[in-house]
């Protein structure tokens, strides 16, 4: 049986994806966490043999919640969930040691073979994710200034396009306000931005968010 930790903060989600994987005989959701903190704490349980992870959680950066979960138990797949389709989160995820990566508005076709794949060891992207990817690498870096960023510079881009402050972007990434300003000023730079919302127009014309 292959036991899976679904990581979510919607409830709708959660059930709508144990209900998927309890059209399975070899599957069984048998953890939930609607927080990273929670997810941390279900990990260090132990019993699973894959995480669900979505990248929007409402404590921290799903992308935080993945490295913490690689540091407490490297050899346990996880599963990236997200509603971005755009390839850099696919890409950062990978890179950051997810084993696989699905949208949700593919889940109902791709969960069930990708929990196999990972259960396996093996890797699972859908089809739409694997051609975003390969076209997104034969872009320029001129043409996609964002890849140059740092993950942490990349979620302070992401969370500032949200019109997220910056005191709640501090409380969120558990770092102070000063170094906020300090991600801000080095994405500016890198990207050749003058202000937020040159920051906001670019995460739309790119679906960032």
């Known amino acids: 049986m292959i036991h899976v930790l679904i990581v979510d903060d919607h409830d709708i989600v959660r059930a709508g994806l144990?209900?998927?994987?309890?059209?399975?005989?070899?599957?069984?959701?048998?953890?939930?966490?609607?927080?990273?903190?929670?997810?941390?704490e279900r990990v260090r349980?132990?019993?699973?043999?894959?995480?669900?992870?979505?990248?929007?959680?409402?404590?921290?950066p799903g992308l935080d919640v993945?490295?913490?979960?690689?540091?407490?138990?490297?050899?346990?797949?996880?599963?990236?969930?997200?509603?971005?389709?755009?390839?850099?989160y696919a890409a950062r995820a990978?890179?950051?040691?997810a084993a696989g990566y699905v949208s949700k508005d593919s889940a109902r076709e791709h969960l069930i073979p990708a929990l196999r794949k990972l259960a396996r060891g093996e890797r699972y992207l859908t089809p739409a994710v694997a051609e975003q990817l390969a076209f997104g690498m034969?872009?320029?870096?001129?043409?996609?200034?964002?890849?140059?960023?740092?993950?942490?510079?990349?979620?302070v881009l992401c969370m500032i396009a949200a019109g997220k402050p910056p005191r709640e972007i501090a409380a969120e990434l558990n770092v102070s306000v000063k170094t906020i300003g300090t991600h801000r000023a080095r994405l500016l730079m890198k990207m050749g931005f003058k202000n937020n919302a040159e920051i906001v127009q670019y995460a739309l014309e790119h679906h960032l968010l």
């Open 66 to 88: 993945l490295a913490q979960i690689r540091n407490l138990a490297p050899e346990l797949p996880v599963l990236i969930l997200s509603m971005h389709r755009e390839p850099s």
């Open 18 to 40: 144990k209900q998927i994987v309890a059209e399975t005989s070899d599957i069984a959701a048998t953890g939930e966490a609607r927080s990273g903190a929670e997810a941390i």
């Open 94 to 97: 990978l890179k950051g040691g």
């Open 45 to 60: 349980q132990g019993g699973w043999q894959v995480v669900v992870l979505d990248l929007n959680l409402p404590d921290r």
């Open 138 to 155: 034969m872009e320029t870096q001129r043409e996609r200034p964002h890849e140059l960023l740092s993950d942490r510079e990349f979620q």
